[in-house]
């Protein structure tokens, strides 16, 4: 099973932006579609994004729709989630995953939180 280490979040005024980034280690970890996923305190765990394998498609949740990207860097095995012009509805912790199809997530990160101050 691929590994994943998300880093970047942080506390930061609404209006403004954060770059999370999750990491993953695994020798097929570059074959994986890979996606980012959020819940709040009290609340379900919500779909954020995803991006296919070559990057050719992204994804997104209607809710952050023109104001988060998402990107990836196989050579740095990496996936990357831009994050601006955050409100406080963002505040949640996010989850980096990666899986075979958008329907079977195999692996999670540990998750970074992420806080937006009105």
């Known amino acids: 099973q691929v590994q994943l280490v998300e880093s970047g979040g942080g506390l930061v005024q609404a209006g403004g932006s954060l770059r999370l980034s999750c990491r993953a280690s695994?020798?097929?970890?570059?074959?994986?579609?890979r996606g980012w996923f959020r819940q709040a305190s009290g609340k379900e765990r919500e779909f954020v994004a995803a991006?296919?394998?070559?990057?050719?498609?992204?994804y997104y949740a209607g809710s952050v729709k023109g104001r988060f990207t998402i990107s990836r860097d196989n050579a740095k095995h990496t996936v990357y989630l831009q994050m601006n012009s955050l409100i406080p509805e963002d505040t949640a912790i996010y989850y980096c995953?990666?899986?075979?199809?958008?329907?079977?997530?195999?692996?999670w990160g540990q998750g970074t939180q992420v806080t937006v101050s009105s």
């Open positions: 991006v296919t394998r070559s990057g050719g498609a992204t």
């Open positions: 995953a990666a899986g075979a199809t958008l329907a079977s997530w195999a692996a």
């Open positions: 695994g020798r097929t970890s570059s074959t994986y579609i």
